[in-house]
């Protein structure tokens, strides 16, 4: 196997087995994960996306947008990653992978994140 399909693998695997973990996982463990929470006591703008994932990944609509919007950013972004991985052969694949989705998805992303930033604080 070529290095970068032992590298499409690993990511698969690593994806897959992050959303099963969020997806089967009772509740999520009480830890500050955000280092600039920590030492200001102020959350950045991506303070609850993993907490709004997991609400997500629970049917929990209403509380992963109050958490963060930026959970269904992310919630794209993690499916859209999986189709380019698995699709690989199709046509499909090349279009999700362009570099044009790229660059809108980090747009979104941005503005989300930071009007979400803006209301919250």
């Known amino acids: 196997m070529g290095i970068l399909l032992n590298r499409r693998i690993a990511e698969l695997v690593g994806v897959v087995g992050v959303l099963v973990l969020l997806a089967t996982m009772p509740t999520l463990p009480s830890v500050q994960l955000c280092p600039f929470k920590f030492f200001t006591g ?4 991506t303070c609850g996306v993993t907490r709004g994932l997991f609400a997500l990944l629970h049917g929990q609509i209403v509380l992963a947008t109050h958490l963060n919007p930026l959970a269904f ?7 859209r990653r999986l189709l380019v991985l698995t699709l690989l052969p199709f046509r499909i694949a090349t279009i999700l992978a362009a570099s044009s989705a790229d660059r809108a998805i980090a747009i979104i992303f941005f503005v989300v994140g930071a009007a979400h930033y803006v209301l919250l604080n």
């Open 73 to 79: 950013v992310v919630a794209i972004i993690l499916l």
């Open 42 to 45: 102020v959350p950045c703008p």
